[in-house]
């Protein structure tokens, strides 16, 4: 699993390779519609009691991508979301993608002056797969005038699935 930029099979936000017999599929990505892939895409391991299970968090543009995802590194009219700054789950196996927050991290988006690496969405599922623990930035990124602020204070969630029931 992971992201691919221009290659052979593709491009994506969450790609697969059967180790078996090296056939790759696009879960998220262009040939589904999707898109070219976003920045600073960080995929989890699989929730190990749910298998085919995996969590992703985007950071992509906090200006919103142009139609053509050729120009995000300034504001934008009427920005295109999906995918920039937000929160998936997706079975590997099925193809199935649900989108599950939105965030407002600038993480480590490549064209800010400066990064704050440690704000990446980086995304942790429970064992059942019913929860997601994430870090972001929140609050500092709109779409439509951003601060990218390298000393914004990094915040832990939880995000909660439907699924989940506590014991």
């Known amino acids: 699993m ?11 936000n969450l790609m697969v390779a059967n180790l078996a017999t090296g056939v790759v599929s696009t879960v998220i990505g262009m040939s589904k519609g999707d898109g070219y892939p976003r920045t600073s895409t960080l995929i989890s391991s699989g929730a190990w009691k749910m298998p085919g299970w995996v969590a992703m968090g985007v950071t992509g543009s906090p200006y919103g991508s142009t139609a053509d995802n050729g120009s995000n590194n300034a504001p934008v009219t009427n920005p295109q979301t999906y995918i920039d700054q937000e929160v998936s789950i997706a079975n590997v196996d099925t193809g199935a993608v649900f989108r599950v927050a939105h965030h407002r991290s600038t993480g480590h988006y490549s064209n800010a002056p400066v990064n704050n690496y440690w704000a990446q969405t980086n995304v ?5 797969g019913t929860r997601i623990l ?30 989940y029931q506590p014991n």
């Open 134 to 163: 994430v870090q972001s930035d929140w609050g500092n990124a709109n779409p439509k005038a951003p601060v990218i602020n390298p000393n914004a204070s990094v915040d832990t969630y939880v995000i909660e699935l439907q699924a």
């Open 124 to 128: 942790t599922p429970s064992p059942s």
């Open 2 to 12: 992971g992201t691919q930029y221009d290659g052979p099979s593709g491009s994506g």
